[in-house]
């Protein structure tokens, strides 16, 4: 004699709420899901650093030999002092950080102030500047290359950070297009009639700014600065081109063989270049980027969710 085995009405009740949840999202099987794709993406985008990092910890045996992929028979660390060397830190990194503040923040509040003022105020051909001011986000750096290289020439600032930091301040800096529409967007939620109560009371327009609208657009020029900071930090070929030294750490990598060769000349025992310590280079380049997501992605989460990118 067979039995049949069932559950209970409570026991399927629980199975259910355990699977699907309340509302679905809060259930086993849409955590699941959701877990399985961030894991899936998220594996796409460190790939790169798994493999830099690994393989700059790497011997020479170890690079040629293809049985050795993920671990190394051997840690190398002597790598990273030598790309350290090369690449001139700690003087290369503070160097590379001033000059990035500089330029980031001349570019935030350049950036803050035009934005404000197409977003509150009404003149002549308005709509003409700023969608002049959107197409300089479209058209290529190359296109404005010599011209600009010809006026920094004529101002006798060729081949000084005054050819960043002069178009940072002006409004027009890299990718400063949107860094103004950012702030544009934001300053368009702000209730008019803050600004009309603050008109009432005798308030100047600089005081409107400064009292009432930079308090509430803390958001967007934090957004703007990290952004700011990161393209002006990966920005090596307009840096090249019109700085001309290596104020950046990614113009110190790329002369990294040759400042290589010139500390451990050719034929030293024991000192040839390998892709090891390139790779070394490369993540002791990029660290800094790095701490700053790791330290401050909630700040950068809030301030992204808070500003109007997203449409809101």
């Known amino acids: 004699m067979t039995t049949k085995w069932t559950l209970s009405p409570e026991r399927k009740a629980k199975i259910q709420r355990f699977f699907l949840g309340k509302t679905f999202t809060d259930g086993f ?22 493999f830099m990092f690994i393989n700059s910890l790497k011997s020479v045996d170890d690079l040629i030999n293809p049985g050795v992929q993920w671990i190394p028979t051997t ?53 003409m500047f700023f969608a002049f001011m959107l197409a300089t986000f479209i058209l290529p750096s190359q296109v404005t290359l010599v011209a600009n290289m010809l006026i920094f020439r004529n101002l006798n600032i060729i081949s000084t950070e005054w050819s960043m930091l002069l178009p940072a301040m002006s409004g027009q ?5 949107i860094y103004i529409l950012i702030f544009y967007t934001f300053y368009r939620t702000i209730p008019g009639i803050l600004i009309e109560s603050a008109e009432v009371d005798g308030a100047t327009q600089f005081r409107i700014f400064r009292t009432i609208v930079l ?42 063989r040759a400042s290589y060769e010139t500390i451990f000349p050719p ?16 993540i002791l380049t990029i660290l ?25």
Request: charged share 10%.
């Open 215 to 256: 308090p509430l657009a803390i958001p967007s020029f934090v957004i703007v600065f990290l952004f700011s900071f990161v393209w002006y930090w990966n920005e090596s070929y307009i840096t090249g081109l019109y700085v001309g030294a290596r104020v950046t750490l990614p113009l110190w990598l790329q002369a990294f």
């Open 173 to 177: 800096g890299i990718n400063a297009a």
């Open 75 to 127: 840690l190398v660390w002597e790598n990273y002092t030598r790309a350290f060397q090369v690449l001139n830190l700690p003087n290369s990194f503070v160097d590379s950080t001033v000059y990035v503040l500089k330029v980031s923040i001349a570019v935030t509040l350049s950036s803050a102030l035009i934005g404000y003022g197409f977003a509150r105020f009404e003149f002549p051909f308005k709509k």
């Open 29 to 50: 099987l849409y955590r699941f899901v959701i877990y399985t794709l961030l894991l899936s993406f998220s594996y796409i985008y460190l790939y790169p650093l798994l």
């Open 267 to 282: 034929g030293t025992p024991g000192a040839e270049l390998n892709e090891a310590i390139l790779l070394a280079g490369n």
């Open 288 to 312: 800094p980027l790095l701490l700053i997501y790791f330290f401050g992605q909630r700040l950068f989460t809030q301030s992204i969710d808070r500003t109007g990118i997203t449409g809101e």
